[in-house]
């Protein structure tokens, strides 16, 4: 997904630079919003993994702290989930 928003950002970085010679007002005007809209973009994927990567440094610290609770959870969800499945598609044997 981050190498097809790169592409995406590339071409149209592409498409602003092929379009710099026309003076055209509505050719301007879609490039000044295209640009806005790749600044926001980068902006809010920024953001997104920041959060991201914050997130997960949390977990990472509450796993390392808390490490048999961990399991446990991680455990009792899988079966949960498990029987979930199971029960639904009609799976169980009995």
Do not use: F, N, W
Not at 21 to 26: L, N, Q, R, Y
């Amino acid at each position: 997904m981050q190498y097809e928003l790169e592409s995406l950002a590339r071409d149209a970085r592409a498409l602003i630079a092929a379009t710099a010679d026309v003076a055209e007002e509505k050719v301007t005007e879609a490039r000044k919003r295209l640009e806005a809209a790749l600044d926001s973009g980068r902006d809010a994927y920024d953001r997104v993994m920041d959060k991201a990567g914050d997130g997960a440094d949390v977990a990472d610290r509450t796993v390392r702290d808390h490490p048999y609770q961990a399991i446990a959870i991680g455990v009792g969800a899988g079966a949960l989930l498990g029987y979930l499945l199971t029960s639904r598609c009609g799976c169980r044997r009995a």
